[in-house]
């Protein structure tokens, strides 16, 4: 449960920390999950600062990310990234985002773009394929809102991942003669893989994807107005579709493998959300 009397004057002071340091807020922050990190090298002007430093953020410790943002441009467009979200499998606690989101929202930005590594439910879409999140599964349904007050803790989930900046993406795809698929994204708390029978009845559901972050965070995201996107880099098959064993070094080494081409793509999408109209000030 979010304890907002502690973390309301943590947003604060964060929101007056970023606002001294760096002046007016982005449009667009993106969330940089496994694989994606080659993106921070596209940004121009970049300015660095540890999340240490802004207490409404949190300190994840997983392998393979740096918890710091990066301050910058992709072209023409303002962008705050964020190396390093924390993960519900971490403590159990699934609001571990929840300041940084508001704080980013308080700030000014308006559009969060979310990437993640999935193990992919469809052969049509093998490791080191890109898939739009059209929409997500919340499978343990776990929500980092319990416990908040006030109507607009009922968030209208129907178009959590903002159809506007789906269209937008698929274009950038198609100028780059990139496959993009688009699916269903579900999460599952983990740090334990997924058994083959979870897998299957996933896949029944109708997921396409499935992953250990992003649901909790749309949620906190849509709850504090920001648009969401999502990006999903398909690392693995999914628990029982194949022969491979899972490990966090397979998906962390498949990440790496494809991440050069994730980080553009997404560079791409950043830089072009600058012609946006609905995203001028
Ligand atoms: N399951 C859950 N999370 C993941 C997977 C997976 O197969 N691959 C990458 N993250």
Excluded at 62 to 81: D, L
Excluded at 86 to 102: F, I, K, N, P, Q
Excluded at 158 to 166: C, G, H, K, Q
Aim: aromatic share 4%.
């Amino acid at each position: 449960m979010i304890d907002n009397k502690t973390l309301e004057p943590k947003i604060a002071e964060t929101v007056a920390k970023l606002n001294s340091l760096f002046g007016a807020a982005p449009a667009v922050a993106v969330v940089l999950g496994s694989g994606w990190a080659g993106a921070v090298s596209h940004v121009q002007e970049a300015k660095h600062l540890a999340y240490t430093e802004l207490s409404a953020f949190p300190q994840p410790k997983v392998e393979g990310h740096v918890n710091e943002i990066v301050v910058g441009k992709i072209g023409e467009q303002a962008v705050v990234m964020l190396r390093g979200r924390a993960h519900t499998y971490e403590s159990g606690d699934c609001t571990g985002m929840a300041g940084a989101l508001r704080s980013l929202k308080r700030w000014g930005v308006q559009v969060v773009i979310q990437t993640n590594a999935s193990g992919s439910l469809r052969a049509h879409t093998p490791p080191g394929s890109l898939m739009l999140i059209a929409d997500h599964i919340n499978a343990p349904q776990r929500s980092p809102l319990i416990g908040e007050a006030g109507s607009e803790r009922f968030v209208d989930m129907s178009t959590a991942y903002d159809l506007e900046l789906r269209q937008h993406a698929k274009k950038i795809a198609q100028a780059q003669n990139l496959m993009l698929g688009e699916g269903t994204y579900c999460w599952a708390v983990g740090p334990q893989f997924e058994t083959p029978a979870e897998i299957r009845m996933f896949a029944a559901w109708g997921a396409d994807a499935v992953g250990m972050s992003t649901v909790p965070e749309t949620i906190l995201a849509r709850h504090a107005g920001l648009r969401v996107m999502g990006l999903a880099l398909m690392t693995n098959m999914a628990a029982g579709l194949s022969a491979e064993a899972l490990t966090h070094a397979l998906t962390l080494q498949q990440a790496q493998a494809s991440g050069e081409r994730a980080s553009s793509f997404l560079a791409a999408v950043i830089s072009s959300l600058a012609k946006l109209e609905s995203l001028k000030a």
